[in-house]
């Protein structure tokens, strides 16, 4: 069992920056992908930026890529999300999730996170 606790969501005005931050406990945080998904309502939950379990390979959805910084400290067991240049489009509640344990790469699809943090909301107003 993973145990995951996001901060950092606000509400901000277009063109500003946020970073988000996901504190892992419970096993070795480096064993799992990281990843942020978003969700607004009505809406199924999508990628948003992933990284693998060293670091060493990160992507990110379309509408972010530019934007968004995905990083992580495996020393601190934390996984943090910059978010540059945001746009009132980009408000929803975003969770930080991990994947399957020793999965190699980058995880895109949202099935495959089986862990969740209870979400954080960023709201951006134009």
């Known amino acids: 069992q993973v145990q995951l606790v996001e901060s950092g969501g606000g509400l901000v005005q277009a063109g500003d920056s946020l970073r988000l931050s996901c504190a892992a406990s419970?096993?070795?945080?480096?064993?799992?992908?990281m990843g942020w998904l978003r969700q607004t309502p009505g809406k199924e939950r999508e990628f948003v930026a992933g990284?693998?379990?060293?670091?060493?390979?990160?992507d990110y959805a379309d509408s972010v890529k530019g934007r968004f910084t995905i990083s992580r400290d495996n020393a601190k067991n934390t996984v943090y999300l910059q978010m540059n240049s945001l746009k009132p489009e980009d408000t929803a509640v975003y969770y930080c999730?991990?994947?399957?344990?020793?999965?190699?790469?980058?995880?895109?699809?949202?099935?495959?996170?089986?862990?969740w943090g209870q979400g954080t909301q960023v709201t951006v107003s134009s």
């Open positions: 999730a991990c994947a399957g344990r020793y999965h190699p790469g980058v995880v895109f699809n949202p099935d495959g996170y089986y862990y």
């Open positions: 419970g096993r070795t945080f480096s064993d799992y992908p």
């Open positions: 990284i693998s379990r060293s670091g060493g390979a990160t």
